[in-house]
């Protein structure tokens, strides 16, 4: 058999669970690596140094601004951030920090550390 009859035999095999499962899958794997993320950069700023508390009441009050001017400062404070960082050899996740805060609707992305100005 040819590989574009393979190809061909593969999608017309395929089963809109099948579809459904590998769609899961890679929602499960963008998670898992959004949430691994998200915990690098909370210790790359030092938030881990901060309770709990701390840190939810931090976020929820970032999350609920919608000052403008703040996020644009936090926006900028948090590029700095990633801009004075020696650049090293990182694995992927952490090298990926930067561009997981520029995801639209995500909450971090006006702030670049755990300060609330």
Do not use: C, H, Y
């Not at 930067?98 to 909450?107: L, N, Y």
């Amino acid at each position: 058999m040819t590989d574009d009859m393979m190809n061909l035999r593969r999608l017309v095999e395929k089963t809109p669970d099948a579809d459904l499962k590998a769609l899961e899958e890679k929602a499960r794997e963008l998670k898992t690596r959004k949430v691994q993320q998200l915990g690098e950069l909370v210790i790359a700023t030092g938030a881990d140094q901060l309770s709990t508390d701390e840190l939810a009441g931090a976020l929820v009050a970032i999350a609920e601004t919608k000052d403008t001017a703040k996020r644009e400062a936090w926006a900028k404070r948090g590029a700095m951030f990633f801009e004075s960082r020696p650049q090293r050899a990182v694995p992927g996740s952490q090298r990926n920090l930067r561009s997981a805060q520029a995801q639209p609707g995500s909450a971090q992305s006006p702030s670049g550390n755990s300060s609330s100005q």
